[in-house]
């Protein structure tokens, strides 16, 4: 089967940096997003990789390795209005987009 | 940047009513859109694929006569949930991938959700 797997809550402290990890084994690869999402919102789109490697833009940046079937978002500097779900997506070989349950990032002062 | 509008943003219904979300492309067309249902702290769950002129596709377990779907145009998609019960309330979302070959390939956009509560 498919599965996406994301840890479920992280803290970090505003100002510093923290890295979420997404684990994925999917039928086929055609690219791995990231979303944020603020609660009882929608989410909006942070960052799209489909070769290894990084992938800077701004504060955050993503990295994959589709060997190890990884990815990572790292997010700089933290700042209080980061504290959001962070979901991570693979979009496989039928260009359908499975979704990891997400992790809570909660940004303490 | 692309655009999708969803309405209502928020409804409250009485049991046994049907609501209607409409999910429009603003600034592009979209042959596919997808309508999402999320639960509290929960990752979003893909209940079906709306396609341009054509039936939609229901994922396993999303039931076809609850949930009409209607795609008439490149830019519309409307999801009903008939005969509404309180366990039908979540937060729908849609989200729309634009298909022109100019298009970032990153090319999901979302609405910005509808939260239904059924009374």
């Known amino acids: 089967g498919q599965n996406i797997d994301q840890p479920t809550e992280m803290t970090a402290t505003e100002g510093a940096i923290v890295q979420i990890n997404c684990t994925y084994q999917?039928?086929?690869?055609?690219?791995l997003f990231w979303y944020q999402q603020h609660a009882g919102e929608a989410p909006t789109f942070l960052s799209y990789?489909?070769l290894d490697g990084l992938e800077e833009k701004g504060r955050f940046s993503s990295f994959l390795s589709r060997s190890k079937g990884y990815s990572y978002l790292l997010l700089k500097e933290l700042q209080m209005k980061d504290s959001a779900s962070y979901l991570c997506?693979?979009?496989?070989?039928?260009?359908?987009?499975?979704w990891g349950a997400g992790t809570k990032l909660i940004i303490k002062p | 940047g692309a655009v999708v509008s969803q309405h209502p943003s928020r409804v409250i219904c009485k049991s046994g009513t049907s609501v209607k979300i409409e999910c429009r492309s603003l600034?592009?067309?979209?042959?596919?859109m997808f309508w999402y249902r999320q639960f509290p702290k929960k990752s979003l769950m893909l209940m079906a694929t709306?396609?341009?002129?054509?039936?939609?596709?229901?994922e396993q377990g999303v039931e076809k006569d609850k949930f009409l779907i209607n795609h008439a145009s490149l830019t519309l998609s409307t999801l009903t949930v008939t005969s509404a019960h309180p366990e039908d309330s979540s937060f729908y979302i849609c989200?729309?991938?634009?298909?022109?070959?100019?298009?970032?390939?990153?090319?999901?956009?979302f609405g910005s959700g509808t939260r239904l509560t059924v009374v």
């Open positions: 989200s729309a991938r634009d298909e022109d070959l100019s298009a970032p390939l990153y090319g999901y956009t």
């Open positions: 600034d592009f067309q979209a042959t596919t």
């Open positions: 709306s396609n341009e002129g054509s039936k939609a596709t229901y």
């Open positions: 999917t039928s086929g690869f055609n690219g």
């Open positions: 990789n489909v």
């Open positions: 997506a693979v979009r496989d070989s039928n260009y359908q987009l499975i």
